[in-house]
């Protein structure tokens, strides 16, 4: 197995630029979420998944948008990249119970300019 | 804000020594995990203790859980060069957001 994967590794985008990161998980989890980590600092949820179709917000939301349309996949997309998304991306996945430990992607190090 | 607060925020013990981390949080929980993060890696998960329990043991990690005091610590024996990472706690409240501590800085001088 895999287990989760994300693309890219590193990003530099525009101010303005949209683009999306990429996040895929073959352990056939249901719950799968996005989290940012700014330096020094422990991870922020942005949006999370308890299915394909179902998406909820996190803590930080705003500027990101999340779609569920397969088990495996849970992109996550920036709209209008703004400087103060600089920050690294990481995917996580686990069953849905919450008694169950996550098990996280490498990591998406994001740069707006 | 933030559910879970560590501290110390960094901590530099020999080789050898034992390292305690502790956490402290603001609402009721589901459980509590601990996670290791090497430098520029994914978090790995270490152990989960669940609100009704008060000590958990894993290898040479030891979690302890006061829900009366809101707080957790996760102590490390016989640390290891190895064991430099940082650490952090994250909190379950029964709905499905897992929120982290900012973490603690452990460096274990060999």
């Known amino acids: 197995n895999a287990g989760v994967t994300q693309t890219p590794k590193f990003q530099v985008l525009k101010t303005g630029q949209s683009m999306t990161l990429q996040c895929a998980q073959d352990m056939n989890h249901e719950y799968m979420s996005w989290y940012r980590q700014d330096p020094g600092m422990g991870l922020r949820l942005i949006h999370y998944s308890v299915g394909a179709g179902i998406t909820d917000q996190g803590e930080v939301p705003n500027g990101y948008n999340v779609s569920r349309s397969t088990t495996e996949d849970f992109p996550l997309r920036l709209l209008s990249a703004a400087p103060s998304q600089t920050s690294v991306y990481f995917c996580a996945s686990r069953w849905t119970g919450s008694d169950n430990e996550q098990f996280f992607g490498p990591g998406t190090r994001l740069t707006v300019l | 804000s933030q559910q879970g607060e560590e501290d110390p925020q960094a901590l530099s013990i020999q080789e050898g020594e034992n390292a305690t981390m502790n956490c402290s949080y603001k609402?009721?929980?589901?459980?509590l995990q601990w996670y290791r993060q090497n430098s520029g890696r994914g978090l790995v998960h270490l152990i989960l203790i669940r609100s009704n329990e008060r000590e958990k043991h894993s290898g040479r990690l030891r979690v302890t859980l006061d829900t009366s005091k809101k707080s957790s610590s996760l102590l490390i024996t016989a640390s290891r060069a190895a064991d430099t990472a940082s650490y952090f706690c994250?909190?379950?409240?029964?709905?499905?957001?897992?929120?982290f501590g900012a973490g603690t800085r452990l460096f274990v001088k060999a």
């Open positions: 994250a909190t379950d409240t029964g709905g499905f957001k897992t929120i």
């Open positions: 609402t009721s929980i589901n459980n």
